[in-house]
Structure formats: structure tokens, C-alpha cells
């Protein structure tokens, strides 16, 4: 009797161990099957190419056979290749300097007024983020045009001499910069806005009771307490920038004599236009060890983001 | 340890009381040198699209007339109606309209599904997959353009589908740039979401599917709106993807076809340029002007929660 108990028993918890294993297998399932878009998409379209430019990057130009690195010691014997990575570190790390320096100036000034005002400041001045860069590089571009530049047209009147913004190698290198930090600016502001929104207030008494000036109140409170946004936003706008295409093609188009061009447009010349893809991968791929840099710490910083929460 | 602490206020409150006009009158200048210099600064954001408005106004004779830039003498709409009674700039428009409005759609549906499942309901390397969901984020279109530009040639040559040279096409390339991130924000949304509310739904007997669409949706509905928006922007502005894979006249979207189109070798018609550049801004103008908070809480949110 009792060994029958015992072995109802036994059934019954095995049955219930098998319903509670279906049950978790079930859930997993489902929740496998509402990811596999994702996994299909980022799979297919992302993950793949990826690994596939590798692999273009080592064959000939018309991809009939192997070649190892040949495309990267041909690269690396041209003058322009090297011009290239010149310009792209160059445009990239000033852009971002720039930009997270504007940005954060005037997210103080924001952050200054009172409070009702705020919505219409930031608002206006969210507006260069708003329009789609390759619009809002047209209207720089016709106000840098050679023969109507508006800006000559001001200096004209000011007295101070004309400058061929688009024709001068350095000029030029200014100006891609300059719509570049235009554009991105405002992304640094709102960010910086919204951390600063974050301090605490009783610091500032402190800070100012203790008989701090501005520029300390800034530097010792502010600074330290936005730390790890400036670093995430630092660091994905440094990704951005360095595989920026819009701005450069539109405004300069690499040129003039290729000075201005970046990894994504001088990639695009050899690819498309020059139909070598197999040298115009092996270009792109240059970007990847910044990016894998970039990526690496702001994940550090999410994750750690993450646990302080 | 009473007596420090109330000395301690009392000379603070001494102190605040006797700086207390200075701080409002440094709080004035403050303010008076924030107005200033946020002035210049709305100046230099500004230009460009002002300038953008000023030029759409003038006729071709006006801006080759080399007069005041910055002033329109003879304002007319020559240039709008033009362009917008010209059936090449309303076929890149509506072009541009069906793949961003398909693409938001089709993004909306993975990204919202994969997110809950990411955030919710485990399974074996969701954790790695929701990292890896973020870290694609950052692989760059100009990184993946020429490998997908190749793929697509060698199905041509495979199937005989031919894929490059039609602007549905684009259709499948922008999920490669929305996904990831709207995937990413709605993790970050999904997870905020307190966990008794789910199991107060799992009690009452509904299914996963339920508990999605009817927990998790509404409760979630501003990051929605705030992916949605991004989605929308990030199709609509694209560049690269239709400059290299879109050539013909009929087949472009807005950006490529107002560059290609509108400059005619050496030609610039810069009335029309700026007017056509103007009407393309528009539509994300208009929806960050009703939508700017979302749009705000979209672009922070990726950083922010994590």
C-alpha cells in the first residue's frame, strides 16, 4: 500500500517536473519565435555583409581570385590612402571636439534661464539635428558657392577679403567641419541639457555658500556628475562622424585634389564609380577599429550606467 | 552634535541672507549674458535654413543679379509651384513617403516583438542577443553598402531578381538602420516596466501575446511614439543607401533626387535647389514641431537607459 503511495507519488512529481520543463520550453519557444525578425534582419542585412566585406576586401578586381592583402599593401603604397586616413582622423576627432564643446556651452546657457523659456530655446535650437543633412548641406553649399557666397557678400561690406571656402584644400577641410559641428551640436546639447537637468540643486548652494564662482561650480560639480554622458555621447558621435558620407560627398565630394576625402566617400569613389569593390571594402574596413574601440567602451559605460541604477 | 548642526545653519542661513541680493543680481547678469549669447548661437544654427527660405523666394534672375543675399526684393512662389506641379519631384516625394512609411511599419512590428521578448521572456543567449542588438546599432551603412551592393548583384545573377535600381529596394536596406536601435530603445522602455504588472496579467490567464498587447503596448506607448519618430527621420534623410543603389530618374527618393536631379552638370538652379531641399525638410519639421517631446525623449533614451 504504502509502496504504491510512494510510487503515485513519484508519478506525479516526474509528470509535474515534465509539465514544468514544457512549460519553460514553451515560453522559450515563443519568445525565440517573436526575436526571429530580429535575428533574420540583423543576420542577413548586418552581420553578414560585415563578415562578407572581409572577405571581398581579399580578392582582385574582378573578383576572380585570392589575394590576400594585396589590396591592403596597394593601399598602403598610395599617397591618397594615406591623405585619407589623414583627413578622416583629423575631420572626425576635431568634429567631435567641437561639437561636445558647443554643446555644452550652450546647454548651460539653457539650463541658465528660467524655466518656462526653456522648451522655445531648445526647441529653436534642436533645429539643424531636425533637417536631414543631406538638405541642410545644400544651403551651406550655395552659401559657400564661389562666385555668390553670401558669406563673401558680408565680408565684402566688412571690409575683410574674400575667401574661396571650397577651393582652398584647408578652407575647405574648415568648412566640412564646420557643417558637420553645425549639424551635430545640438544632438551634444540636448544630451548634456538632460544630465545637467540631473544635478542636484543643493550642490550648487554649496558650492556657492562655500564662495565657489562659476567656472568651479562647472568644473568641480558638473563636469564629474555628467561624466559618463559626455563619454557615451563623446564616443557615439565619434562613431557617427567617422563614418560620415552626407556632408563631405555633398559639400566637396573629396575634393579639391581628393584633400577633403573621408573612408566612406573615397570607399564610395573606388567602389561605385571606379567599380573596384574589392579595394572599396578593403577602404571601408578601415573604419572598424575605431569602431570597434568606440564600441567597446561604450558598453563598459552603459553596463556600468546600468548598475548604478 | 544638536548644537554644531544649528550653528551650522544659522551661519549658513546668516551667510545666504547677507549675499542674498548679490546672488540675484549675479543671477541677473547670468541671464542677461545667457540671452546674449544664446542669440549668436540661434544665429548660427539658424542661417542655413533661413537662408534656405530666403533663396526659395527669389527668381533666377534676382539671385544671379548678385544683390543684398540676405533680402528678397521681389518675393514670388515661382519656385514651389513649379516644383510642385513637376511630376519628377512628386514621384521622388511619393517614392520617399511609401518606403519610410513601409519601413516604419515594418520595423515598428520586429522591433517591438524582439523587445519584449528580449526584456521579458528569457531564452538560451537573449542576454548576448540584446547586446548584440546594440553593437550592430553601431556598425555605420558605410560600412555595409558595398558588401550589400555586391549581395545584390550576385542574386541577380543567381535568380535573375533584379534588385538594384528600384526604390522598394530600399525597403530592405533602412531596417538595417532602424532595427537595431528601435530594438534597443524599446528594451530600455519594456524593462522599466514595473514586473507585478505582468504577473497580475499571467494570474488573470492571459497569454504572452495578451500580455504584449495589452500591458506592455499601452503602457509603452511614448517610447513607441519616440521610435516611430526616429524610424521616420532616419528613412526619410537617408543618403547613401539610394545614391548607391537607386540610379534612375524614377526610381530616386527625396535627398538623392533633389542632388542628381536638380544639378544639371554644371548648372545650379539654387531657387529651385533650396525650394525642393525646403519641401523635402518639411515633413520631419512638421512632426518634431508637434512632437518635440517624444522626439527628445527618443534621442536620450538610447544613451540613457541601458
Known amino acids: 500500500m504504502a509502496d504504491v503511495i510512494a510510487r503515485d507519488l513519484r508519478v506525479a512529481r516526474v509528470e509535474r517536473r515534465i509539465t514544468l520543463h514544457k512549460f519553460a520550453r ?31 576586401a581579399t580578392l582582385n578586381k574582378s573578383m576572380q581570385h585570392f589575394v590576400g592583402f594585396g589590396n591592403f599593401e596597394f593601399l598602403f603604397r598610395r599617397n591618397t590612402f594615406w591623405m585619407v586616413v589623414e583627413q578622416s582622423l583629423l575631420f572626425a576627432v576635431t568634429a567631435v571636439i567641437f561639437k561636445a564643446v558647443v554643446g555644452f556651452v550652450v546647454a548651460h546657457f539653457v539650463h541658465n534661464l528660467p524655466a518656462k523659456g526653456q522648451r522655445k530655446w531648445r526647441g529653436m535650437l534642436l533645429i539643424p539635428w531636425v533637417i536631414p543633412p ?22 565684402a561690406h566688412l571690409g575683410i577679403p574674400q575667401i574661396a571656402w571650397l577651393g582652398n584644400p584647408y578652407w575647405a577641410r574648415f568648412c566640412v567641419i564646420l557643417v558637420n559641428v553645425w549639424v551635430g551640436s545640438p544632438f551634444f546639447m540636448i544630451m548634456y541639457l538632460a544630465a545637467l537637468k540631473s544635478v542636484p ?5 554649496a558650492a556657492a555658500i562655500d ?39 555633398i559639400l566637396t565630394n573629396g575634393g579639391p585634389v581628393d584633400q577633403t576625402h573621408v573612408f566612406a566617400t573615397w570607399a564610395f569613389t573606388l567602389a561605385i564609380w571606379g567599380n573596384d569593390i574589392p579595394l572599396g571594402a578593403s577602404v571601408s574596413l578601415f573604419m572598424a577599429p575605431i569602431l570597434a574601440i568606440a564600441a567597446f567602451f561604450i558598453l563598459r559605460n552603459v553596463r556600468r550606467r546600468g548598475n548604478e541604477a | 552634535m544638536t548644537m554644531t548642526t544649528a550653528t551650522a545653519t544659522a551661519t549658513s542661513g546668516k551667510v545666504r541672507v547677507a549675499r542674498y541680493g548679490s546672488i540675484s543680481r549675479g543671477r541677473r547678469k547670468t541671464l542677461f549674458w545667457s540671452y546674449v549669447f544664446l542669440i549668436l548661437f540661434v544665429i548660427f544654427f539658424l542661417t542655413p535654413p533661413v537662408y534656405m527660405l530666403i533663396t526659395s523666394l527669389k527668381t533666377s534672375a534676382e539671385i544671379s543679379a548678385a544683390t543684398n543675399p540676405w533680402w528678397v526684393y521681389h518675393p514670388t512662389l515661382s519656385n514651389y ?39 521579458r521572456m528569457r531564452f538560451w543567449g ?3 542577443l540584446a547586446t548584440g542588438v546594440f553593437l550592430t546599432y553601431l556598425i555605420p551603412d558605410t560600412l555595409l553598402f558595398i558588401p550589400l551592393f555586391k549581395t545584390f548583384a550576385f542574386i ?29 530603445i524599446m528594451i530600455g522602455y519594456f524593462a522599466s516596466i514595473p514586473k507585478e504588472l505582468d504577473e ?30 526616429f524610424c521616420f527621420t532616419v528613412s526619410w534623410a537617408n543618403f547613401l543607401y539610394p545614391l548607391a543603389f537607386t540610379t534612375s530618374a524614377d526610381q530616386l527618393v527625396l535627398p538623392v533626387g533633389i542632388v542628381t536631379t536638380l544639378i544639371r552638370g554644371d548648372v545650379y538652379n539654387w531657387g529651385q535647389i533650396m525650394t525642393g531641399a525646403l519641401l523635402g525638410a518639411a515633413p520631419p519639421l512638421i512632426i518634431y514641431a508637434f512632437l518635440m517631446d517624444y522626439y527628445i525623449s527618443g534621442l536620450t533614451a538610447g544613451a540613457t537607459k541601458g
Open chain 2, 126 to 128: 537573449s542576454a548576448t
Open chain 1, 134 to 155: 543631406a538638405m541642410s548641406t545644400l544651403a551651406w553649399l550655395w552659401l559657400f558657392d564661389p562666385s555668390y557666397s553670401a558669406f563673401n557678400w558680408v565680408f
Open chain 1, 201 to 205: 540643486e543643493q550642490l550648487h548652494e
Open chain 2, 81 to 119: 509651384i513649379e516644383l510642385l506641379t513637376q511630376n519628377q519631384y512628386l514621384t521622388f516625394f511619393r517614392n520617399s513617403a511609401i518606403v519610410s512609411v513601409c519601413v516604419v511599419s515594418l520595423t515598428m512590428v520586429v522591433s517591438v516583438l524582439a523587445a519584449f521578448a528580449l526584456a
Open chain 1, 211 to 249: 564662495g565657489a564662482n562659476w567656472l568651479q561650480k562647472i568644473w568641480y560639480i558638473n563636469v564629474p556628475m555628467m561624466r559618463n554622458i559626455i563619454q557615451i555621447t563623446a564616443l557615439f558621435s565619434l562613431i557617427v562622424t567617422f563614418a560620415n558620407f552626407d556632408i563631405v560627398k
Open chain 1, 26 to 56: 514553451r515560453k522559450s519557444t515563443i519568445a525565440f519565435l517573436m526575436a526571429l525578425p530580429l535575428i533574420t534582419i540583423v543576420a542577413c542585412l548586418v552581420v553578414y555583409p560585415a563578415l562578407y566585406s572581409i572577405h571581398l
Open chain 2, 200 to 229: 497580475a496579467a499571467l494570474i488573470d490567464g492571459a497569454g504572452y501575446m495578451q500580455m504584449l498587447t495589452r500591458i506592455f503596448i499601452p503602457v509603452a506607448i511614448p517610447g513607441i511614439i519616440a521610435a516611430t519618430i
Open chain 2, 156 to 184: 541577380h545573377d543567381k535568380t535573375g531578381i533584379e534588385l538594384i535600381n528600384h526604390w522598394w529596394v530600399l525597403i530592405i536596406l533602412y531596417p538595417t538602420l532602424t532595427v537595431p536601435f528601435c530594438t534597443w
